[in-house]
């Protein structure tokens, strides 16, 4: 069975930084692309940015290109999200999906249970 | 950038058809997918390439395509189907999640 546990999520102030994980088990990781999609409180959902099964490739969203950087380590079945210079418009629920198929990206298929972001002073 | 546009409720009585749509000019070229929400949930994936099911969903849920329009057909309503549903498509870097549509079944 595929699982994706997400972890780090914590508050942070505007301006901080933050490292957000995803372990996952149940696949041959290194194959499939990752990507992290938030979802702010109440409202819809938005792709952040992904990475390829190697982690040679990697995409973003305008929205928070340079402040956002997606890493992955294949020997440990773990996908990384940086977070820096965070917004109050970062407070998001952020989850972790596996694309649906390898040698592409944004096929978004399983969503792990998401770890909340919330950036407050 | 794109958008994807869907109406933000649809609401039908148990054992109807639901319908909920969804526009946008990227769905002339590329596939879509729908993902169902529950509260407190995590979004599960319904349907992919415009029409096809994954294991494990029920018969019940459709998708079709015409256009620049992509229709999530739930065939008789159950209570349990009560969520919000997201489209989705993808191009280049632009991926793109619809608004939502939270749909009632009562």
């Known amino acids: 069975e595929v699982q994706l546990l997400e972890s780090g999520g914590r508050l942070v102030q505007p301006g901080g930084s933050l490292r957000l994980s995803c372990t996952v088990s149940?696949?041959?990781?290194?194959?499939?692309?990752m990507s992290w999609v938030r979802q702010p409180p109440g409202k819809g959902l938005q792709w952040v940015s992904s990475?390829?099964?190697?982690?040679?490739?990697?995409y973003y969203a305008d929205s928070v290109k340079g402040r956002l950087t997606i890493s992955r380590d294949n020997s440990r079945n773990t996908l990384y999200l940086e977070l820096h210079s965070l917004r109050v418009e970062d407070t998001a629920l952020y989850y972790c999906v596996k694309d649906q198929k390898s040698g592409t990206y944004g096929a978004f298929e399983v969503w792990g249970q998401g770890t909340l972001v919330p950036v407050s002073s | 950038s794109y958008d994807l546009t869907q109406p933000s409720s649809v609401s039908v009585s148990p054992g109807q058809t639901a319908r909920i749509t969804c526009s946008g000019d990227l769905l002339a070229k590329v596939y879509s997918r729908w993902f169902q929400q529950k509260p407190g949930q995590a979004p599960v994936l319904v349907i992919y390439?415009?029409?096809e099911r994954p294991s494990g969903i029920p018969e019940r849920f459709s998708g079709s395509s015409s256009g620049t329009t992509v229709t999530l057909t739930i065939s008789g309503a159950q209570v349990d189907d009560e969520a919000d549903y997201y489209c989705y498509s993808a191009t280049d870097n632009n991926l793109v999640f619809g608004g939502g549509t939270k749909l009632t079944v009562l």
């Open positions: 390439k415009d029409s």
């Open positions: 149940g696949f041959t990781f290194s194959d499939f692309s």
């Open positions: 990475i390829s099964g190697t982690g040679g490739a990697t």
